[in-house]
């Protein structure tokens, strides 16, 4: 299946603006998980969210479906501030806005059948009778192809690609148009990646969702998004349509990033960039670029203040000091092109 094609479209339908999330540790001592993040995501497209893990990217997530109350910032939905939504407002937007989660099996409760977990939404939402009710999780089922003799079994009988279908399909249930994957396939066998993923793309094609996809996995990340944004310790450090980031990657952490990305073609070889130094810690970090203390590419102004994001191409985001000159430094380390 062909990844999501690019969708240009004039609305955003998320928009977050420097969203952060801060934990108070002791009195002293603050853990900047997410700092000052922005990103918009358009109708019918994916935007992946990547990083290592600990760079704050399923808190992102959590704090976008207000599973974690936001520090700072705003999130529109359509243009509204989810954030300032009323008791009704916000009861609407559940319907709108769902999640996927990591974990298929800590997700699910435990005590409950299939049909019972499917049909909880229909029943908080007054969806109708039981009778209605019923048929619209068969229907359900039918569009994500669970087997109809699985309603009646509990999570813990089902394997896990099948309980992680589960999961999708009770995001699904109240037609949501926006859902955060959070790692959907991380803890799944490869043959079952494919099959999840390729049904999430099936559903995006047939329901025009928009999704957030989280993952450290560039490979999946790459054949289902449109565009990618790069997180590293609680920052967006490079966002991009696909294509553009493999072929002109500018940012050096992003570099090492995708060096790191496994390929088929085994005599094309592509130097891997490993990183030395420690990753600074997020408990009130030091001024400057995050990345410095990790990056070859330093200097003193890089330890002293924070980049800005800037655009060095059309749609093309980065927060280098030294953007525009990532390639050339790339040629004279002898590292190959990360575009095949």
């Known amino acids: 299946m062909e990844r999501s094609e690019i969708v240009d479209h004039n609305e955003p339908l998320i928009q977050a603006q420097h969203l952060k999330k801060y934990f108070k540790i002791t009195k002293n001592k603050t853990l900047h998980a997410v700092d000052d993040v ?23 997530g959590n704090v976008i479906m207000r599973l974690l109350p936001r520090t700072e910032g705003k999130l529109l939905y359509r243009g509204k501030d ?7 407002e916000a009861l609407a937007l559940c319907q709108k806005m769902q999640i996927i ?48 003799n699985l309603l009646d079994h509990f999570p813990h009988e089902l394997d896990g690609g099948m ?21 959907p396939v991380s803890s799944l066998d ?75 073609d085994v005599d094309k070889k592509v130097s891997r960039i490993v990183l030395k130094g420690d990753v600074p810690s997020p408990v009130n970090p030091k001024p400057g670029c995050r990345f410095a203390p990790r990056c070859w590419m330093a200097q003193e102004i890089c330890r002293q203040e924070a980049p800005a994001m800037s655009e060095v191409a059309p749609g093309h985001c980065v927060a280098c000091h030294f953007a525009q000159e990532t390639r050339e430094r790339m040629k004279t380390a002898e590292i190959s092109s990360l575009a095949d």
């Open 190 to 264: 490869v043959s079952i990646q494919a099959r999840i993923v390729n049904l999430l793309m099936d559903i995006q094609k047939e329901m025009g969702l928009s999704y957030l996809f989280i993952s450290h996995d560039l490979s999946v990340v790459r054949h289902i998004s449109s565009r990618i944004a790069v997180m590293y310790l609680g920052q967006i450090v490079e966002i991009a349509e696909t294509d553009e980031m493999f072929a002109n990657t500018r940012h050096p952490y992003s570099l090492a990033l995708l060096s790191a990305v496994p390929r088929v």
């Open 101 to 148: 989660f990591q974990d298929p099996y800590s997700s699910l409760n435990p005590r409950k059948t299939i049909r019972s977990i499917l049909s909880e939404a229909y029943e908080i939402h007054r969806y109708g009778t039981k009778e209605e009710i019923s048929k619209a999780v068969e229907a359900l089922c039918e569009r994500v192809q669970i087997p109809m």
């Open 82 to 88: 989810v954030f300032q939504a009323d008791r009704e």
């Open 163 to 183: 309980r992680q279908i589960v999961g999708i399909a009770r995001a699904l249930s109240l037609n949501a148009d926006f859902i955060v994957c959070d790692e």
């Open 38 to 60: 922005s990103f918009d995501i358009y109708p019918g497209e994916t935007l992946g969210l990547v990083g290592e893990s600990g760079c704050g990217k399923s808190t992102v």
